[in-house]
C-alpha cells in the first residue's frame, strides 16, 4: 500500500536540506571508533532533546553509553535502532594526503557525496532516521503511535576486547525483563542504498592452530608436518563447502559456504611444527550455528593425520557463543512491503526487497525480544570499512522523506 498521493509532496516541501546535512556532519565529526561510543552519545542527546524524545543514557559497559529515547502515543510502537560505532580510521589521512576528504572526521562534500568515516555504516542512517521525525513535526503532522530510538555501541568489531554487541545485548535485556515496552516494528540503519533486507545470513569465525613436531630438515623424518597436514585438513574443509553449497539455495541470499580467510605457518629452515589458520562459515536461515560447528570440526579432526593436534577457537561470539545466527521475517511481511513503498514512492528504484549480505544485530530484535526487523538506511555497504566510505545526499534527503512518510503511515497522523 503506497503512502496518500499528498503526503510525500507535503513533507518533500517542508525538508531542510541544509539542517539535514549540518546533522549528518556533527555526527561524522564525533569520533566514534569502538570503544569511543560517547562522544556520538555526546552529540546525539541535545538533538534527542530538541526532538521532545526525552532521551536516556545509559552505560552498558564502563565508560560507554548507549542513547535511547522516545515520543510516546497510544497506538503501535515503531523502533529505530543503530550502532554509535564505527570502524578505525588508520592510513584514511595518509590515503587522501592533499584532497578534500584527508580529514576522516571532517564530512567534507565532494560531488553530492558526504565523505568520511561513519558517514554511512551508520551515521546517515541515525540521521535520517531523526531527520525523518523532525521533518513530521515539520510538516504539521502529529504522531498518533509511538516512536522510538535506540542507539547502542559495540557492534563494529576490530578494536581489541570490543565487537561483541554487548551495546545490542543491555538493549534487548531490558525489553526482555519488562523493563522496556517492546516495539511491534523495528528498522535497523544499516546502509541499504534505500532497499529493505529482511533477511541476513548467519555466521561463524573458527581460528585454528595445528601442531605437529619441528625437525631439522635433514632429518624429516624426526618431525611432524604440521603444514603438510594444514593442507589435509584445508582439502576437506573446502569438499565441506563445497557439499554444504549444494545443500540448497536461498532466494535472497544465496548459498551457504566456508570461507579460508588467513594462514600462517613455518618459516624456519625445518619441518613446520605448527600452523595456523582462520576461516568464516556464512549460514542460511533454518542452519545450527551449533550443529554447523559441530560439522566442521569433525572434518577438521577426521582429516588431522596421526600424531597431529588440533586446537579450534570461536573468537566472534555475538547473539551465540560461536557467533551471529541467521535472522529475518518474511519476505512479504506487510509492514515491510509499506515500508517499501514509502521508499518506491520517495525514489524510483528504491524499496526492493532484498537479503543482507552481511551480518549485523538483527537476532536481538527477532530472537531475543521477538520484535520483527529489516534493515534500511541510505548508503552502500560495499564501500564501507575502506578509504572510499561516502555517503550520496540524495539518497540521504530522500532516506528522510521516505522515513518519515513510513512513520507517518505506522504510527498514524492528525493534523495540528
Known amino acids: 500500500m503506497s503512502p496518500s498521493s499528498d503526503l510525500l509532496p507535503r513533507l518533500r516541501a517542508h525538508l ?21 561510543e560517547a562522544r556520538m552519545v555526546a552529540m546525539l ?16 559497559l564502563p565508560g560507554r553509553p548507549n542513547i535511547r529515547g522516545s515520543r510516546e502515543g497510544e497506538g503501535p510502537r515503531l523502533l529505530f535502532m543503530g550502532h554509535t560505532d564505527t570502524v578505525h580510521a588508520r592510513g584514511w589521512a595518509e590515503h587522501w594526503a592533499g584532497q578534500p576528504q584527508e580529514n576522516p572526521f571532517g564530512g567534507a562534500v565532494i560531488g553530492g557525496d558526504l565523505w568520511g568515516r561513519g558517514a554511512a ?4 542512517g541515525i540521521c535520517a532516521s531523526l531527520a525523518a521525525l523532525d521533518l513530521i513535526d515539520r510538516a504539521g503532522l502529529r504522531l498518533k503511535g509511538s516512536v522510538s530510538f535506540a542507539f547502542i555501541g559495540d557492534e563494529e568489531s576490530g578494536e581489541p576486547g570490543s565487537g561483541i554487541s554487548a551495546g545490542a545485548r543491555a538493549y534487548a535485556a531490558q525489553v526482555a525483563a519488562g523493563a522496556l515496552p517492546r516495539p511491534d516494528f523495528a528498522v535497523y540503519v544499516e546502509p541499504t542504498q534505500l532497499q529493505v533486507f529482511t533477511v541476513q545470513m548467519g555466521f561463524f569465525i573458527a581460528d585454528v592452530t595445528v601442531r605437529g613436531r619441528s625437525a631439522y630438515f635433514g632429518r624429516p623424518e624426526l618431525g611432524l608436518d ?39 605457518g613455518g618459516g624456519l629452515i625445518a619441518v613446520p611444527g605448527e ?5 568464516i562459515r556464512k549460514l542460511l536461515p533454518g542452519e545450527s550455528l551449533d550443529a554447523a560447528a559441530a560439522e566442521l570440526e569433525a572434518a577438521i579432526r577426521g582429516a588431522a593425520p596421526e600424531g597431529i593436534t588440533v586446537e579450534i577457537a570461536w ?23 509499506r515500508l517499501a513503498a514509502c521508499l518506491a514512492a520517495a525514489r524510483p528504484g528504491a524499496g526492493r526487497i532484498l537479503g543482507a549480505p552481511f551480518w549485523s544485530e538483527m537476532p536481538f530484535l527477532t530472537d531475543r525480544i521477538g520484535c520483527p526487523a529489516v534493515y534500511c538506511a541510505p548508503g552502500d555497504i560495499s564501500i564501507c570499512h575502506t578509504f572510499e566510505e561516502r555517503v550520496p545526499l540524495s539518497d540521504y534527503h530522500d532516506g528522510i522523506v521516505a522515513l518519515a512518510a513510513f512513520i507517518a503511515d505506522f504510527c498514524g497522523t492528525d493534523a495540528e
Open 315 to 337: 573468537p566472534a561470539g555475538r547473539d551465540h557463543a560461536l557467533g551471529g545466527s541467521p535472522a529475518g521475517i518474511d519476505a512479504g511481511h506487510p509492514v515491510a512491503a
Open 275 to 279: 600452523c595456523r589458520f582462520s576461516l
Open 121 to 124: 555504516d551508520l551515521k546517515a
Open 16 to 36: 531542510d536540506p541544509d539542517h539535514a546535512l549540518a546533522l549528518l556532519r556533527r555526527a561524522v565529526a564525533a569520533e566514534s571508533v569502538t570503544g569511543g
Open 45 to 60: 542527546a541535545p538533538e534527542m532533546a530538541r526532538l521532545r524524545l526525552d532521551p536516556v543514557v545509559e552505560a552498558f
Open 226 to 264: 604440521a603444514l603438510k597436514a594444514t593442507h589435509a585438513i584445508l582439502s576437506a574443509i573446502w569438499a565441506q563447502s563445497e557439499e554444504i553449497s549444494a545443500r540448497g539455495h536461498h532466494p535472497l541470499l544465496g548459498r551457504a559456504f566456508t570461507l579460508v580467510t588467513g594462514i600462517e
